[in-house]
C-alpha cells in the first residue's frame, strides 16, 4: 500500500538522509518518505551514513531519519556527527525501544525528536514535518490541544513526561 498524503506535498525541496540498518525498514521508511517533496538519500549503516558525509557529492543534510539502535554506529552518534557537519539539521528517530532514547541524557536537543515503531505513514509523514518546520502543513498553525496555552509549553518538558509515564506504564 502506498503513501498518501491528505495535504499537498511541501513547496520547498529538503535534503533527508535515511539510515536503518533492517532493509525492509529502510525501504518502507524511503517508500513514505518519498510521497513529500524530500530528496532522499539512504544507507543501511551508520557507518556508511558517516562515509556519504565524506564524499564531495554529498548535498548535505536538513533531516537525518535514523534508526536509534544500529550495530557500530548508532543513531545518536550518528546525529551528533551529521550536526557538528550541518548545524541547522534536524533529526527523528525511529525507534522500538523509546526508553533507551534518554539513556545517559536528560532530554532530546534542540531539532530532535522522535516516533516510536510501530507507526503509520502519515505518522511519519506528519512527524518528519513537525521536526523539520514546526507544522504539518503549508501555513498550517498548529492545534493547541493543551488545557492551557501556557501548560506544557516547552516540549522537553513534555517529553520528560511521556517517558516518566512510560516508565509507570501509564502510556
Same mark, same amino acid.
Given at each position: 500500500? #502506498?503513501?498518501?498524503? #491528505? @495535504?499537498?506535498?511541501?513547496?520547498?525541496?529538503?535534503?533527508?538522509?535515511?539510515?536503518?540498518?533492517?532493509?525492509?525498514?529502510?525501504? +518502507?521508511?524511503? @517508500?513514505?518518505?518519498?510521497?513529500?517533496?524530500?530528496?532522499?538519500?539512504?544507507?543501511?549503516? /551508520?557507518?556508511?551514513?558517516?562515509?556519504?558525509?565524506?564524499?564531495?557529492?554529498?548535498? /548535505?543534510?536538513?533531516?537525518?531519519?535514523?534508526?536509534?539502535?544500529?550495530?557500530?554506529?548508532?543513531?545518536?552518534?550518528?546525529?551528533?556527527?551529521?550536526?557538528? =557537519?550541518?548545524?541547522? #539539521? =534536524?533529526?527523528?528517530?525511529?525507534?522500538?525501544?523509546?526508553?533507551? +532514547?534518554?539513556? /545517559?541524557?536528560?532530554?532530546?536537543?534542540?531539532?530532535?525528536?522522535?516516533?516510536?515503531?510501530?507507526?503509520?505513514?502519515?505518522?511519519?509523514?506528519?512527524?518528519?514535518?513537525?521536526?523539520?518546520?514546526?507544522?504539518? #502543513?503549508?501555513?498550517?498553525?498548529?492545534?493547541?490541544?493543551?488545557?492551557?496555552?501556557?501548560?506544557?509549553?516547552?516540549?522537553?518538558?513534555?517529553?520528560?513526561?511521556?517517558?516518566?509515564?512510560?516508565?509507570?506504564?501509564?502510556?
Amino acid at each position: 500500500m #502506498a503513501a498518501t498524503l #491528505a @495535504r499537498p506535498p511541501l513547496a520547498v525541496r529538503k535534503r533527508v538522509l535515511v539510515v536503518d540498518d533492517e532493509q525492509p525498514v529502510l525501504k +518502507l521508511l524511503v @517508500r513514505i518518505l518519498s510521497v513529500d517533496n524530500y530528496e532522499i538519500q539512504s544507507t543501511d549503516s /551508520g557507518v556508511e551514513a558517516a562515509r556519504l558525509l565524506d564524499m564531495p557529492s554529498f548535498r /548535505g543534510v536538513d533531516l537525518l531519519v535514523t534508526d536509534l539502535m544500529m550495530p557500530k554506529m548508532d543513531g545518536r552518534q550518528l546525529a551528533s556527527l551529521v550536526r557538528q =557537519r550541518y548545524p541547522s #539539521a =534536524r533529526v527523528l528517530y525511529v525507534t522500538g525501544f523509546a526508553d533507551t +532514547l534518554f539513556k /545517559g541524557v536528560q532530554e532530546l536537543g534542540d531539532g530532535e525528536s522522535f516516533i516510536e515503531k510501530p507507526f503509520g505513514a502519515a505518522g511519519l509523514l506528519e512527524a518528519t514535518r513537525l521536526v523539520m518546520f514546526g507544522h504539518i #502543513a503549508d501555513g498550517e498553525t498548529p492545534a493547541d490541544k493543551r488545557d492551557t496555552a501556557g501548560e506544557f509549553a516547552d516540549d522537553r518538558l513534555r517529553t520528560k513526561v511521556v517517558r516518566l509515564l512510560k516508565r509507570l506504564r501509564f502510556a
